[in-house]
């Protein structure tokens, strides 16, 4: 069975930093893209962060670039986010997802206020 | 960026009546392969996304008969034959071979 777990989200203040992490089974992880995407509170969808699966590139959204690192341990078969200079904007349920939507996790909240 | 326009953004339906969603994008979704990296997710609520079709019109594993998916390039559009209670949620279309990869604002289907 295929199963995926976020965990590492929490409250943070403005500024701070916080790193997501999710563990990832029943696939073969080494040979998958994976992604971190995310939704505000109500919201739609975001795109977030895309890495290959030997770890050699990565993408982020623009609104993310300088402040968010995605990184893999293919020996662990997880995923990280981690995300620094953190806003208000950045508030939302952030999910680790498997190559082209086929799988996701059941997310993790990331609430950033004062 | 590929911009996904959805639409409707509301779509109130009758039990047992078709429904049908339209995603546009900004840009062809036709890769140097061939494939068209273009999907359906549905989302319930309090749930997480599901996909539901992937490359245009391929049904995932377990999802029912009555959903497709059709189109090319750059306007494709969701179909459910007859709905049924348990299809009450959001919709997104989603296109993953421009990057950054990108969503449709979501179409939240209802019951009448």
């Known amino acids: 069975e295929v199963q995926v777990v976020e965990s590492g989200g929490g409250l943070v203040q403005p500024g701070g930093s916080l790193r997501l992490c999710c563990a990832a089974s029943g696939f073969i992880f080494s040979s998958n893209w994976m992604s971190w995407v995310r939704q505000a509170p109500g919201k739609g969808l975001e795109w977030v962060a895309h890495i290959k699966p030997d770890g050699s590139e990565k993408y982020y959204v623009d609104s993310v670039k300088g402040r968010f690192i995605i990184s893999r341990d293919n020996a662990e078969n997880s995923l990280c986010l981690q995300m620094n200079s953190l806003r208000a904007e950045d508030t939302a349920v952030y999910y680790c997802?498997?190559?082209?939507?086929?799988?996701w996790g059941q997310g993790t909240l990331v609430t950033v206020s004062s | 960026d590929a911009v996904m326009t959805q639409s409707p953004l509301s779509l109130p339906v009758t039990l047992g009546q078709p429904a049908s969603i339209s995603c546009r994008s900004s840009q062809s979704l036709v890769d140097s392969d061939g494939n068209t990296y273009f999907s359906w997710f549905q989302q319930r609520p309090g749930q997480s996304p599901r996909r539901l079709i992937y490359k245009v019109s391929n049904r995932d594993s377990g999802v029912p008969d009555r959903f497709s998916g059709r189109g090319s390039g750059t306007d494709f559009t969701l179909q459910i034959s007859r709905v049924e209670a348990e299809d009450v949620g959001v919709y997104y279309c989603?296109?993953?071979?421009?990057?950054?990869?990108?969503f449709g604002q979501g179409t939240k289907l209802e019951i009448k």
């Open positions: 997802m498997r190559d082209g939507g086929l799988s």
């Open positions: 989603m296109q993953h071979i421009h990057w950054p990869h990108t």
